[in-house]
Structures are given as C-alpha cells and as structure tokens.
C-alpha cells in the first residue's frame, strides 16, 4: 500500500535535547512538507522540500531543521532552540514541483511532549 | 488579518441536518482550494476539491466565490459520522508554493 509513514506516534523529550522525527513516503511524490499543529489552531509550515536536495524555510522554521537526501524521506530534527516544542507534528507530500494544484497526502503525525 | 479564516464554530447538528462551513481568503494570488476532514487526533484527509464552477461529491457540496474571496462546504443530511474539524487550505502560486490552512472548524452531529 502506498503511503505516508511518521514514527515514533507518541515522543517525549527532555528539555536541552534535540529529537528527530522520521518521514517516509513511498507515493514517489516529489515534494514533501512539515507542518506544526497546536491545540485548537490550525497547521503551519515548518518546513518544505520540492527536489532532493533542496529544502525551504516555512512560516516557523526557527528552532527546526531538515534534510531531505533521498526522495523517499525527510526528517526534521527538532532542537533544544526550540522554545515551545510540544506539538503535533504532521509530514505530508504531493505530486509535483509546482504544488498549485495538487492536495497534499498526510501521514499520521507525531505528537511531542516536552517534559 | 489572517489570510485564510473559517467559522469560528463548533456547530452542535442534530442527524439528518444540513450544516455549511465558510471559508474567506485574503489573497487574490489563490489558485486552488481544497477542504479537509479531520478526527480527533488524527491526520488531515481530503474531503475534496474546490472547482470554480462548484463541485458535488454525494452529500457535500463544494463552492468558489473568486469575486467576494471565499469557499463554502454544504453538507447534507448530516450523518453521526461526519462529526469531525473540517480544514480549508489555499494553495498560492505567488512565484513559489505556498499552502495556508485554515484553523478548522469543529462539527458535531447528534443522534
């Protein structure tokens, strides 16, 4: 089945610690996104990628950084600048460069906590 | 001003009602338009997209008003089922790509 995969689910982490969280997608899209859900609000981008290799910084990139070396994958690593990080955190994909008019496939998010 | 806003909500529906979600966008660089579905603590899952001349997919309806900047979602005989936050999201095209979400508006639908 083709499709988006994120792990871990759930991710607790100590404050002063960077964590990294994991985004797969086998749907041969090219370009990939991470966007950052808090309670009652709705998505913003983190970050976003349209080729291999080359990656852009979203509406709140601070305290964020990503790599995307192979097409299939794009982890974003969230690190101790991160000031507010408990969140929901979803990966997403779509088809093409252009991203006009192509709807984005999520996958099923990872939820943070900060202890 | 935020450049996409919904219907504060939440909507309490009794079964078998009929609900619409309003959706208004600031920027005339818009290009497409979609809604999604979203349950609790889950991912966001297309419901559909927003064609210029309305689009209709069984009970939900989908419409784009280019001239007053907004899009509607009509559904229809309301089932418990599509109790869930219901997210529009405007993909610009000013040069680069850019999707914003809306913040969703929460439906609940009683027996």
């Known amino acids: 089945d083709g499709g988006i995969t994120q792990s871990p689910k759930y991710l607790f982490r100590k404050e002063g610690q960077n964590v990294t969280l994991s985004c797969e997608q086998n749907l041969n899209h090219d370009a990939m996104y991470w966007y950052r859900q808090d309670p009652g609000q709705g998505l913003r981008l983190i970050y976003y990628s349209q080729i291999v290799n080359d990656f852009q910084k979203g509406d709140i990139a601070e305290g964020y950084s990503v790599s995307r070396e192979k097409k299939e994958s794009f982890p974003l690593t969230v690190t101790s600048a991160q000031k507010n990080p408990t969140a929901f955190y979803l990966c997403a994909s779509s088809v093409g460069l252009a991203g006009a008019y192509n709807e984005q496939f999520f996958g099923p998010g990872t939820r943070l906590t900060v202890l | 001003r935020k450049e996409v806003e919904q219907d504060p909500g939440p909507f309490n529906v009794p079964e078998g009602a009929t609900v619409a979600f309003n959706c208004t966008y600031s920027n005339s660089a818009s290009q497409s338009f979609f809604w999604y579905r979203q349950d609790c603590r889950k991912e966001p899952k297309l419901l559909m997209s927003?064609?210029?001349s309305g689009n209709e997919d069984g009970r939900f309806t989908a419409q784009l008003n280019r001239a007053s900047q907004y899009i509607s979602l009509l559904i229809r005989d309301s089932k418990l089922s599509d109790s869930a936050t219901y997210l529009c999201a405007v993909n610009l095209n000013t040069g680069g790509f850019k999707t914003i979400f809306g913040a969703g508006t929460r439906l609940f639908v009683k027996a």
């Open positions: 927003v064609y210029s």
